[in-house]
């Protein structure tokens, strides 16, 4: 009940596609939704977060769309750049044990020019 | 401002070595923590530290795996002795406001281990 699973493993897309990556949790007490970004060799940053009671946040061509009654989220990169290519995980925090934030597997995705 | 500083880098040992990594978080967060990032997975709780008191440390390896945060500042995380299975990359993250604040992890570059 702990887990965040994603989808898809990898993702290869054309320089100015959409990216889209997907989570699904099961815990209903998560509050908080983040989305990092991880480049080779460096540790993971904060790319954009989501909470519950919105349905969409979007930040420049990043955006998140939030299904509570599906127990879902996404991530959607517009116009994707090669230097977009990273990998990508989304994360749960909160419930029984608190401000424990659960990573998902990863999305490494590939933007090709 | 300098972000998670961790060290070293690389670290390539025989089983059975006992290895150490040294983090130094941001100045000012009080909560620090400790992940593990195995090759193509996302990184894995291995303990929490509100000021210098671990608060979660549920899924940290108690039989080898030790850390310590003395005077809530730097911290260091231990393996005695090490197991093939233990090579992954340690990763170092903290935050400011606490546990219950949904308040953004700065991470480290890591300390990547590899166990021979």
């Known amino acids: 009940q702990q887990q965040v699973k994603q989808s898809p493993q990898s993702l290869i897309v054309q320089k100015g596609g959409i990216s889209i990556i997907n989570c699904a949790y099961e815990?209903?007490?998560?509050?908080?939704f983040p989305w990092y970004q991880q480049f080779p060799g460096k540790g993971p940053a904060l790319l954009i977060a989501i909470r519950p009671d919105v349905s969409e946040k979007k930040e420049g061509r990043f955006t998140i769309s939030f299904n509570k009654s599906a127990k879902q989220f996404s991530l959607h990169i517009m116009d994707s750049q090669p230097g977009d290519s990273a990998t990508y995980f989304c994360?749960?925090?909160?419930?029984?044990?608190?401000?424990?934030?659960?990573f998902g597997q990863g999305t490494e995705l590939s933007v090709k020019p | 401002e300098a972000g998670v500083v961790q060290s070293p880098r690389y670290k390539i040992i025989e089983k059975k070595q006992p290895v150490a990594f040294w983090c130094n978080p941001i100045?000012?967060?009080?909560?620090l923590y400790w992940y593990r990032q195995n090759l193509g997975q996302g990184p894995e709780l291995l303990i929490r530290y509100e000021n210098e008191e671990a608060v979660d440390d549920s899924q940290l390896p108690k039989d080898r795996f030790s850390a310590e945060r003395l005077k809530g500042v730097d911290s260091t995380l231990k393996i005695q002795p090490a197991e093939l299975g233990d090579s992954a990359v340690y990763l170092c993250?903290?935050?400011?406001?606490?546990?219950?604040?949904?308040?953004?992890?700065?991470f480290g570059e890591g300390s990547r281990l590899t166990v021979l």
């Open positions: 993250a903290s935050s400011n406001g606490g546990y219950t604040n949904t308040g953004e992890l700065f």
């Open positions: 994360a749960a925090r909160g419930g029984i044990q608190g401000g424990k934030l659960i």
């Open positions: 100045s000012g967060h009080n909560t």
């Open positions: 815990n209903t007490a998560f509050d908080y």
